[in-house]
């Protein structure tokens, strides 16, 4: 029987208090309650402290370059469509460095889960804004205030149509927890914006700060109505909506892939003549 052990990787070096810790065990618990064993999950990553996630596990991880955790992923479920695929990021990370990256993912929709750590800042890198900082936020390298208006992530997903929606907030970790599940049974791209107080350069964004806005989202509303889903995702200010925004069900990238579709790469019989034909074909020496 699976227990949180199971998943215990090596002892965090975030700092204390930090949001991280929340949605790590979030993640495990959601692993064990769903049965899911430690070597059928990858975890990919880029840079930042949410880069840091997969050290902080026993599952398979890649740690790779900043913000290109969703080209890895994609091509990690395509390889061997068994796994469950997780890419990690953070607010800079995935919507800043990889921001085009995530745009085609969810027009590809391929099997692979994404959690976004979105603190409103660069915390690896000491505190400057990141896509995702109000408007007007004194930091060390805003000195005079965030210039750009803040990029709203959920409703960006929702107008490109991907097909699993939500935002969880790590102050609610149960909440959290479901949602992970809800996020893996999904068939499908799903995207999971994480709301992460950084406790120690966010100093607006805070816990009681979202603890005065944040509601869940009410069990009436239409997931499978992308126009109600979109209207909810603009709610941002003295209430912010968590739960479930979007759901739509269609095929995945694997699913379209017509050599990919009955069986993964990984099982697949490899003919070395047959790819040396190819080769020479590529070459034009036959």
């Given at each position: 029987?699976?227990?949180?052990?199971?998943?215990?990787?090596?002892?965090?070096?975030?700092c204390?208090?930090?949001?991280?810790?929340?949605?790590?065990?979030?993640?495990?618990?959601?692993?064990?309650?769903?049965?899911?064993?430690p070597?059928?999950?990858?975890?990919?990553?880029g840079?930042?402290q949410a880069?840091k996630?997969?050290?902080?596990?026993?599952?398979n991880?890649?740690?790779?370059?900043?913000?290109?955790?969703l080209p890895?992923?994609t091509?990690?479920?395509?390889?061997?469509?068994?796994?469950?695929?997780?890419?990690?990021?953070?607010?800079g990370d995935?919507?800043?460095?990889?921001?085009?990256?995530?745009?085609h993912?969810?027009?590809?929709?391929p099997?692979?889960?994404?959690m976004?750590h979105n603190n409103?800042?660069?915390?690896l890198?000491?505190?400057?804004?990141?896509?995702?900082?109000?408007?007007?936020?004194?930091?060390k390298?805003?000195?005079?205030?965030?210039l750009?208006?803040?990029?709203?992530?959920?409703?960006?997903?929702?107008?490109?149509?991907a097909?699993?929606?939500?935002?969880?907030?790590?102050g609610l970790?149960?909440?959290?927890?479901?949602?992970i599940k809800?996020?893996v049974?999904?068939?499908?791209?799903?995207?999971?914006d994480?709301?992460?107080?950084?406790?120690?350069f966010n100093?607006?964004?805070?816990?009681?700060?979202?603890k005065?806005?944040?509601y869940?989202?009410?069990l009436?509303?239409?997931?499978?109505?992308?126009?109600?889903?979109?209207?909810?995702?603009l709610?941002?200010?003295?209430?912010?909506?968590v739960?479930i925004?979007?759901?739509?069900?269609?095929?995945?990238?694997e699913?379209?892939?017509?050599v990919?579709k009955?069986?993964?790469?990984?099982?697949?019989?490899f003919?070395?003549?047959?790819?040396?034909?190819?080769v020479?074909?590529?070459?034009?020496?036959?």
């Amino acid at each position: 029987m699976l227990t949180l052990n199971d998943f215990k990787g090596k002892t965090p070096a975030w700092c204390p208090g930090c949001g991280n810790y929340a949605i790590l065990k979030a993640f495990n618990s959601a692993m064990v309650e769903l049965g899911i064993e430690p070597h059928m999950v990858v975890i990919v990553s880029g840079i930042g402290q949410a880069g840091k996630f997969p050290h902080y596990t026993r599952c398979n991880t890649f740690n790779g370059l900043h913000g290109r955790t969703l080209p890895v992923a994609t091509g990690i479920k395509l390889a061997n469509h068994s796994l469950v695929v997780f890419a990690v990021a953070g607010d800079g990370d995935c919507y800043g460095e990889g921001g085009n990256h995530l745009i085609h993912a969810i027009r590809r929709n391929p099997n692979i889960k994404l959690m976004v750590h979105n603190n409103q800042v660069y915390g690896l890198t000491k505190g400057q804004a990141s896509p995702t900082t109000s408007q007007g936020v004194l930091t060390k390298a805003q000195p005079y205030g965030t210039l750009s208006e803040p990029l709203n992530p959920v409703a960006l997903a929702i107008a490109l149509d991907a097909s699993f929606v939500a935002r969880g907030f790590a102050g609610l970790p149960d909440d959290l927890k479901e949602l992970i599940k809800e996020a893996v049974k999904h068939r499908g791209f799903s995207f999971l914006d994480i709301l992460q107080p950084c406790v120690t350069f966010n100093r607006v964004n805070t816990y009681s700060w979202y603890k005065e806005r944040v509601y869940k989202i009410e069990l009436s509303h239409p997931v499978h109505d992308r126009i109600k889903a979109f209207e909810k995702a603009l709610e941002w200010g003295d209430r912010i909506p968590v739960g479930i925004f979007y759901r739509k069900e269609k095929p995945t990238l694997e699913e379209k892939i017509p050599v990919l579709k009955n069986e993964p790469l990984v099982r697949q019989k490899f003919d070395f003549e047959m790819a040396k034909s190819l080769v020479r074909k590529i070459k034009n020496v036959d």
